[in-house]
């Protein structure tokens, strides 16, 4: 089976913005979007800008949008894909 299909298959899991600093959920999308698995949000909550590529990325991988991130590619998606919802 090709790495690429096995990728699909990775998913963090479920971590409640708030259990995990903002850059640590954020660091943790980009790295599962950028294999191919699926991010998880916990309950949501973030910045709507997570939502957007990230667009504004230096020679240095560094982000105005994302200060606080370093190693950034332009097009890098902070976005969970997983998202919870409280019942």
Known sequence: EPAEEIMKRF???AMSL???SREAHETLAIAVNRVG???NSGEGGEDTIRGKPIADVDEKGR???F???AGLKNG???NSYIH???S
Do not use: I
């Open 11 to 13: 998913c963090t899991g």
């Open 84 to 86: 919870q919802v409280a």
């Open 76 to 78: 890098d998606s902070a």
């Open 18 to 20: 708030g259990a995990l």
């Open 63 to 65: 982000s105005p949008t």
């Open 37 to 39: 698995g699926k991010s």
């Open 67 to 69: 200060p606080h991130l």
